[in-house]
C-alpha cells in the first residue's frame, strides 16, 4: 500500500517537474535571445570592420566567439520550439505534399555541406512522385534533422557516405536515413529521443549537438501522424533513421 | 537626402546597436522606446519606415501596427516587425496579414542583414 503511494507521489512529482521545466523553457527562451542578439550583432560589427581592422589574431578570436554564440542560438532556438510544441502553440497545415520533391529540396540544401566534408550524400530517387499527409515545412524540418545528424556523426575525409531513401508500405512512406559514422552505443539507444539526451559525449566544439534534436523531431513527426526512430546503429558502422509519414494512395 | 528610420525598441543595447549601423549607412534615426512614444513620433515625424519590436511595454508592437495601418495619413509608411519571441511561419503570416512590410526574427540577423533588408525595401 505504502509502495503504492510512493509510486503515485513519484508520478505526480514528475508531472509537476515536467510542467515547470516547459513553462522555464518558454520564458527563458525568449529571455536569453535579447542578449544573445546583442553579443551577435556587436561582434559581427567587429568583423564587419565597424570599429576599425582587426589584426588577424583578434578577427579570429572574435570569429570564435561569434559562432559559440551561434551555438548558443541554435541552442536556444531548439528549446523554445520544444516548449511551444509541449504547449500546444505549434500549428500544422496538414495537406498532400510530394515526399520526393521534398526530400531533393533538402537533398540540394545538405549537398553542398556534405561536399565541403568530404562525404558522399545519395538520393535513390522513386520513379513516381509519393504523396504523403504532412505539413511541407515540419516534414522537411524532421528530415533535415536526420540529415544534419548523419552528417554531424560521419567523419569527413574516410570515404564517408549517407543514402537517402523512400520505402513505402500499404498505410506509410519511410524516409531512410543512413550514414557510416560513428555509431550509437547500445546503452545509449533507448534513451536517444528523450529530452537533453546526447548520445555522443565525446564530440567536441561544433560537432556537439544540443540534445533537443531527435526529441523535437519525433515529437513532430508524432503530431502530424508519422514517427522518426532509429533503425539500427553500430558503433563505428554507422546509423539509420527512419521518418514515416501517412502514405496517401491514388 | 538621407532616408528617415523610426526604431521602435525597448531594449537599450539593442536599439543603441541597430541606431549606430543605420547611421553608419547614412540614415537619420529616431529611437522610441516604447509603443505609444513610438506613435507619437510617427505622427510627429513621419518616418520613411519604421523598424518596430512586438513586444513593448504600453502598446504593444501589434497595436502599433495596426494603428499606423488605421491612420490615412500613416498607413503608406512601410512598417517591419522585429522580435525574439517565436517566430514561426504563423507570426509571420499574422503580421503581414495584418500590413507589415516584412517580419524578423532578431536572433537570425546581424544588424547588416537588417540593413540591407530595409535598404531593399525602400529601393
Known sequence: ?250 | MSQKILIIEDDPVLSKMYAKKFEKDGFLVNLALDGEEGLENIRADKPDIVLLDVMLPKIDGYEVLKQIKADENLKAIPVVLSTNLGGGNTDKENALKMGAIDFLVKSDHTPTQIVETIKKILS
Open chain 1, 1 to 250: 500500500m505504502n509502495e503504492q503511494t510512493e509510486a503515485q507521489q513519484l508520478e505526480q512529482f514528475k508531472k509537476l517537474l515536467e510542467a515547470e521545466k516547459q513553462e522555464f523553457l518558454a520564458v527563458m527562451s525568449h529571455e536569453l535571445r535579447t542578449p544573445m542578439t546583442g553579443v551577435k550583432g556587436y561582434l559581427s560589427m567587429l568583423l564587419d570592420g565597424d570599429a576599425g581592422e582587426l589584426g588577424p589574431k583578434t578577427k579570429d578570436y572574435v570569429a570564435q566567439a561569434y559562432v559559440a554564440n551561434e551555438r548558443l542560438i541554435r541552442l536556444v532556438d531548439q528549446m523554445f520550439k520544444t516548449a511551444s510544441l509541449q504547449e500546444g502553440q505549434i500549428k500544422f497545415k496538414i495537406i498532400k505534399v510530394d515526399l520526393v520533391e521534398q526530400v531533393e529540396l533538402l537533398i540540394h540544401d545538405f549537398t553542398f555541406p556534405a561536399n565541403d566534408k568530404k562525404i558522399t550524400l545519395s538520393f535513390k530517387k522513386p520513379e513516381h512522385k509519393v504523396w504523403v499527409e504532412a505539413d511541407p515545412d515540419r516534414l522537411r524540418e524532421i528530415i533535415a534533422q536526420l540529415l544534419s545528424n548523419a552528417l554531424k556523426f560521419t567523419p569527413g575525409d574516410q570515404n564517408g557516405q549517407i543514402s537517402v531513401r523512400i520505402e513505402l508500405n500499404h498505410s506509410v512512406a519511410k524516409i531512410i536515413v543512413k550514414d557510416s559514422g560513428i555509431g550509437i552505443e547500445k546503452r545509449s539507444q533507448n534513451r536517444l529521443f528523450e529530452l537533453f539526451t546526447k548520445a555522443n559525449l565525446t564530440l567536441t566544439g561544433q560537432e556537439k549537438g544540443t540534445g533537443l534534436g531527435l526529441y523535437f523531431a519525433k515529437k513532430l513527426a508524432q503530431a502530424q501522424s508519422g514517427d522518426v526512430w532509429l533503425e539500427e546503429s553500430e558503433v563505428n558502422k554507422g546509423s539509420t533513421f527512419i521518418a514515416s509519414f501517412p502514405l496517401i494512395n491514388i
